[in-house]
């Protein structure tokens, strides 16, 4: 079978097993499938929560046509300066980076490829699961709401502040950092790289989306949910660099978009719950 066909066909169920592993260890006491299934019947059922999904599954479709446009604005900047950003962040960082691979085993890459591609898109949904079990609707649309302004913060970086993934930098015509990722197969990248462009670095995504998360799961009242998420938050983070892909200062700049995030997520969803609630409307 063609290697990159196998990825397609073995993603779907991991993303789902994946999910269903963070539901239980967040709930340990609840049966993971009630919780795991109760959204998706509500999602069939209720115009509601069918709304919600389609707004966050169109993120999907956004970033897969704006990633396909980001060479674009890449040529443009690189035509203005003559490069990109990618010697910038390694002016001021050096060779920091190059710590995380300083030994290698195929357990943890194994280990650091399911966060990296697998935990990361999941944390959201599972996150989303965990609060409706919990009859936290309004968490549910905080968390929608910051999941966009991640998005929408990072997105202009990715435009008009290009910096190359470090496996992807060649000081002097050798390479910086190796792909670790290719260690565990290279059709995996093959099948990533079209929701992710090799230049959209500064800040990470991942990094702050699953900070962002994580503060949710925190500050939800529930420790092992708080522990669950921040240590996915935690193994994505490592595997970004572990994996050759992001710079530290990418992670320091994901950081503060995943607080700002969060911040304004949760204060946005208050408000358009207490609208709501006014307004003698629920989601439940």
């Given amino acids: 079978m063609d290697p990159v066909l196998f990825v397609q066909l073995v993603e779907p169920p991991l993303y789902v097993i994946t999910t269903i592993l963070l539901v239980w260890l967040s709930l340990p ?8 299934f109760r ?20 993120m999907i479709v956004i970033d897969v046509i704006l990633t396909s446009l980001d060479h674009h604005f890449t040529a443009a900047i690189v035509k203005w300066r003559g490069e990109d950003f990618t010697s910038l962040i390694w002016q001021i960082e050096g060779h920091f980076v190059k710590h995380f691979q300083r030994w290698t085993w195929p357990a943890l890459t194994w280990y650091m490829a399911w966060a990296y591609i697998v ?14 079990y919990l009859g936290k609707a309004r968490k549910n649309v905080s968390l ?5 302004l991640n998005y929408i913060l990072v997105l202009p970086f990715y435009f008009l502040f290009p910096v190359r993934e470090c496996h992807e930098f060649r000081p002097g015509g050798e390479p910086f950092l190796r792909l670790v990722l290719d260690d565990a197969h290279p059709a995996i990248m ?6 992710s462009g090799i230049d959209n670095c500064f800040p990470s ?34 595997a970004t660099l572990y994996l050759g892909i992001h710079w530290i200062v990418d992670l320091g700049a994901g950081i503060v978009v995943g607080i700002i995030a969060y911040w304004l997520g949760d204060w946005l969803g208050k408000k358009y719950w207490a609208r709501r609630v006014s307004r003698g409307r629920s989601l439940n």
């Fill in 205 to 238: 995504f991942h990094t702050s989306l699953v900070v962002t998360v994580a503060l949710f799961a925190w500050f939800s009242g529930r420790r092992a949910f708080g522990v669950v998420m921040s240590l996915m938050a935690l193994s994505v983070i490592l």
């Fill in 144 to 148: 929608l709401i910051a999941y966009f």
């Fill in 39 to 58: 959204p998706v019947w509500r999602t069939l059922t209720r115009r509601n929560y069918a709304v919600f999904v389609a707004i966050g599954c169109s």
């Fill in 190 to 195: 093959k099948v990533l790289r079209p929701m």
């Fill in 119 to 132: 935990v990361f898109p999941v944390t959201v949904p599972s996150a989303m699961m965990v609060f409706d």
């Fill in 29 to 36: 006491r609840a049966n993971p499938l009630a919780v795991a």
